[in-house]
């Protein structure tokens, strides 16, 4: 499975950016997808995830309300809306496949509940 980003780019305070992933090569429907970002220095974190079967969406503190992800698993692609940016937004933001469930509530946030990842794209939000 080979995921690819795109949308990503330099933006001010206060503006929008929409981040898209597309799959390909999958033989089967994947369970999840997640979004991560990477600042310089620091360690990958989670952002937002989705589950395909129930819809259901987690985020981290740190965006919600600001920040929503969303996707087609049948289309093979999966969103992340970024509104209200903020210069702490600035990182690598990669999106990540899960093909199951992993044990464990907090397995989506984990980097080990995927299987596949991007090569990343770059958000820069200038203040």
């Known amino acids: 499975v080979q995921l690819v980003e795109s949308g990503g780019g330099l933006v001010q305070a206060g503006d929008s950016l929409r981040l898209s992933c597309a799959a390909s090569?999958?033989?089967?429907?994947?369970?999840?997808a997640g979004w991560f970002r990477q600042a310089p220095g620091k360690e990958r974190e989670f952002v937002a995830a989705v589950t395909w079967s129930v819809g259901r969406t987690w985020y981290a503190d740190s965006v919600k309300g600001r920040f929503t992800i969303s996707g087609d698993n049948a289309k093979n692609t999966v969103t992340l809306q970024m509104n209200s940016l903020k210069p702490e937004d600035t990182a690598v933001y990669y999106c990540?496949?899960?093909?199951?469930?992993?044990?464990?509530?907090?397995?989506?946030?984990?980097?080990?509940?995927?299987?596949?990842w991007g090569q990343g794209t770059q958000v820069t939000v200038s203040s």
């Open positions: 090569g999958r033989t089967f429907s994947s369970y999840g």
């Open positions: 990540a496949e899960s093909s199951y469930r992993r044990l464990g509530s907090n397995w989506y946030a984990e980097k080990a509940g995927y299987d596949y």
